[in-house]
């Protein structure tokens, strides 16, 4: 399944105006799209599934106030994305908001993992294992970095989308995506490391 | 590593490098460090591999089935489903 978004060819003025066929059409496009973003943001698909209907429910009430400044993607992100930090702060109180300044604590670390994985087959790294293991490493990134990761590397937005769906500058997109990046390198070098030396063993 | 001052400068650096948004003359100084030092080389190969992987394992995610249909149904748009496609 590819991950591109679908060409917007919406009549604007009928989603304003409530018309159903049209919205039906607009869920029809996007609805595989949110429910990725969700499930990699909470991690849960009961959890992903209430975003989903959650974030359809509002930009139903809302589309009437969709000035068309972004495009109907970026817009649906955004109603998404807020639904998803907003359940993430509910789950996780203590955790950083996606407004406060990323603290010293997430800045760049040294890389402590070098190890060369990058030769394993390709079915040892997306093993059915390996995979659990990719979603696993997400859940550590806190949620303002998760965000920007899953957006820009996951969702494949860009970093001008990815600034506007989470209204941040693009330096600050790519101070966070450079920081979950590493983070998540690390995470999957331990993981990947320990298929390497089964690898040698066998 | 066999420049520590230099890896740890870089290190900010790479995501940029890895996106092809890095100034030329940036992106020549990350090319003749990685060209010296093996352990930086791995991390950037691995950094990268760690972003593919990602972007891989996602093509292959699907949607389960129901979600569609319990949404069209919470929306009360259920008497749409499969029209108008």
Redesign the interface.
């Known amino acids: 399944?590819?991950?591109s978004k679908p060409s917007e060819n919406f009549s604007l003025e009928a989603l304003r105006n409530g018309d159903?066929?049209e919205?039906?059409?607009l869920?029809?496009a996007y609805?595989?799209m949110i429910?990725?973003l969700a499930?990699?943001m909470v991690g849960n698909?009961q959890d992903a599934?209430d975003i989903?209907?959650e974030t359809?429910?509002k930009a139903?009430r809302h589309l009437k106030d969709f000035d068309g400044r972004s495009s109907l993607s970026t817009w649906l992100y955004r109603v998404a994305t807020n639904e998803a930090l907003m359940f993430l702060r509910r789950k996780h109180p203590e955790q950083v908001s996606i407004d406060e300044p990323v603290d010293t604590e997430e800045g760049?670390m040294?890389?402590v993992?070098?190890?060369?994985?990058?030769c394993l087959p390709e079915q040892e790294?997306?093993s059915s294992e390996a995979?659990l293991h990719?979603d696993r490493a997400i859940d550590v990134l806190s949620p303002s970095l998760r965000v920007a990761?899953v957006l820009r590397?996951?969702?494949?937005l860009s970093?001008l989308e990815t600034s506007e769906v989470l209204n941040l500058s693009e330096t600050a997109v790519?101070t966070r995506?450079?920081r979950a990046?590493?983070r998540?390198?690390e995470e999957?070098?331990s993981y990947y490391k320990e298929r390497l030396a089964e690898g040698k063993q066998a | 590593m066999n420049d520590h001052q230099d890896c740890?400068q870089l290190?900010?650096s790479?995501?940029?490098f890895?996106?092809g948004?890095l100034e030329s003359n940036l992106c020549a100084q990350i090319e003749r460090h990685l060209a010296e030092c093996p352990?930086c080389k791995?991390?950037v190969?691995?950094?990268q591999?760690?972003?593919s992987?990602?972007?891989?394992?996602?093509?292959?995610?699907?949607?389960?089935e129901g979600?569609?249909q319990?949404?069209?149904r919470?929306?009360e748009?259920d008497d749409?489903?499969d029209?108008?496609?």
Not at chain 1, 113 to 118: G, K, T
Request: proline share 3%; hydrophobic share 40%; charged share 30%.
């Open positions: 399944m590819s991950s159903r066929n919205f039906s059409r869920v029809e609805y595989a429910y990725r499930i990699k698909p599934e989903l209907q359809f429910i139903y760049e040294e890389p993992q070098i190890v060369d994985w990058c790294l997306l995979r990719l990761f590397d996951i969702q494949g970093t790519k995506l450079s990046r590493l998540l390198r999957l070098s | 740890r290190l900010g790479l995501s940029d890895l996106d948004d352990d791995i991390v190969d691995t950094l591999k760690t972003v992987l990602y972007h891989t394992d996602v093509e292959q995610d699907s949607v389960p979600v569609r319990r949404l069209f919470r929306l748009i749409l489903l029209k108008g496609l």
